[in-house]
């Protein structure tokens, strides 16, 4: 959890500890010790408060999807979700936003639906990734990680679907059989190609 109030981290820590099967591992007031602290212990997902002035909430996501493989990030915002410039919330790594004015209960829901996939590998406490993650070329020709999916059929209809947002070439890997498939998506005059 990162957010400038120890209160509200506090309490979000100890809801997560008491309604989820999750247990919160750590948490920070300001970005670049979040940061550190993320890289230390790799959680399994972030939750970053939006609404702290001191916070770049931004560039943390953006910070923490480059370096910590298979993270998802839940922004937690003091305004309603579809308020927030679509392509503001995916540029920048956020697999959800939730609202604070939605409640703690919708903040367990997301937690639970992005983390469903975590399964704990037997004896060492640590979550295995998904099969399959799905990289968009950046502009410099360096690939980026976007998502994972447990399926090859679900990571190209993760990749189509992103498309249609952001055309371009993508990476589709097996982590498992270690091949990848290049998908290039156009989009023309609204047409996806």
């Not at 367990?108 to 993650?133: C, K, T």
């Not at 950046?138 to 993760?158: F, K, M, Y």
Request: glycine share 8%.
């Amino acid at each position: 959890m990162v957010g400038e109030s120890a209160a509200v981290r506090g309490a979000i820590r100890q809801f997560i500890d008491r309604t989820t099967s999750f247990e919160a591992c750590c948490e920070s007031g300001h970005g670049s010790a979040a940061v550190d602290k993320a890289i230390e212990r790799a959680p399994d997902l972030v939750i970053l408060d939006l609404s702290t002035p001191t916070i770049d909430g931004v560039e943390i996501a953006s910070a923490l999807r480059r370096m910590i493989h298979g993270i998802k990030i839940i922004g937690l915002a003091k305004f309603p979700a579809k308020e927030l410039p679509t392509r503001l919330i995916t540029s920048a790594g956020f697999d959800m936003i939730v609202s604070k004015h939605e409640g703690l209960r919708k903040l367990a829901e997301a937690i639970n639906a992005l983390l469903r996939e975590v399964e704990p590998q037997i004896g060492v406490g640590e979550a295995l990734p998904p099969p399959f993650a799905i990289f968009k070329i950046a502009a410099d020709g360096h690939p980026v990680w976007v998502q994972s999916a447990q399926t090859l059929d679900e990571a190209n209809a993760r990749v189509q679907a992103l498309g249609l947002t952001f055309p371009g070439e993508y990476i589709i890997r097996s982590r498992k059989a270690g091949h990848q498939t290049v998908v290039r998506i156009n989009k023309t005059d609204g047409n996806v190609q």
